[in-house]
T-cell receptor
Framework: DSGVTQTPKHLITATGQRVTLRCSPRSGDLSVYWYQQSLDQGLQFLIQYYNGEERAKGNILERFSAQQFPDLHSELNLSSLELGDSALYFC????WGRGSDEKLFFGSGTQLSVL | AQKITQTQPGMFVQEKEAVTLDCTYDTSDPSYGLFWYKQPSSGEMIFLIYQGSYDQQNATEGRYSLNFQKARKSANLVISASQLGDSAMYFCAMREGLYSGAGSYQLTFGKGTKLSVIP
């Protein structure tokens, strides 16, 4: 158990809908990352937060947004969903979000299916 | 150009044998870190081993070791004495700009290698 909690584990929705994925980082970790894993694109970095502030942005679509709250949990909001958004969405956390050997601890992911 | 290349989509190894999973990387940054993660069929991503670009010795973690050849830009994962539970996807990843602070903090992943351990 990595200590990173993601809910829900599975989500089935329809095109055009909006969903929210939730992540609780490991105790003490200040940085949260979101990744998308699909068969064709592999693991793609979406966005990183550190202590409530956005730190880095990757291949995140404009339809997607995220935030990190004062209690350090994070939410990833996906709107106007398309079939191609079906993927496994991972949240990861690390203590500081930088550092020579800082490894990321991943949650078990949220499997999103858009029908 | 891909930053992380894993050329073996799938591999088989006999139980108790050693296996090497290949990873090459591309960066012009002198400061970087290399990571290996394991993803079993249950889906979670499990950290295995880390190697920093300035580390003089190859990293080892139990049955896992990293064959780091900086000049060749390769960071191969060696699993000794394979076990049935080692059957999984294995991902190589890199983080750049570690010391300069100017790089992004994301991990860039390769496409992965699916390892199957045969009894």
């Amino acid at each position: 158990d990595s200590g990173v909690t993601q809910t829900p584990k599975h989500l089935i929705t329809a095109t055009g809908q909006r969903v929210t994925l939730r992540c609780s980082p490991r105790s003490g970790d200040l940085s949260v990352y979101w990744y998308q894993q699909s068969l064709d694109q592999g693991l793609q970095f979406l966005i990183q937060y550190y202590n409530g502030e956005e730190r880095a942005k990757g291949n995140i679509l404009e339809r997607f947004s995220a935030q990190q709250f004062p209690d350090l949990h994070s939410e990833l909001n996906l709107s106007s969903l398309e079939l191609g958004d079906s993927a496994l969405y991972f949240c990861a956390s690390s203590p500081w979000g930088r550092g020579s050997d800082e490894k990321l601890f991943f949650g078990s992911g949220t499997q999103l299916s858009v029908l | 150009a891909q930053k992380i290349t894993q050329t073996q989509p799938g591999m088989f190894v006999q139980e108790k044998e050693a296996v090497t999973l290949d990873c090459t990387y591309d960066t012009s940054d002198p400061s970087y870190g290399l990571f290996w993660y394991k993803q079993p069929s249950s889906g979670e991503m499990i950290f295995l081993i880390y190697q920093g670009s300035y580390d003089q010795q190859n990293a080892t973690e139990g049955r896992y070791s990293l064959n780091f050849q900086k000049a060749r830009k390769s960071a191969n994962l060696v699993i000794s004495a394979s076990q049935l539970g080692d059957s999984a996807m294995y991902f190589c990843a890199m983080r750049e700009g570690l010391y300069s602070g100017a790089g992004s903090y994301q991990l860039t992943f390769g496409k992965g290698t699916k390892l199957s351990v045969i009894p």
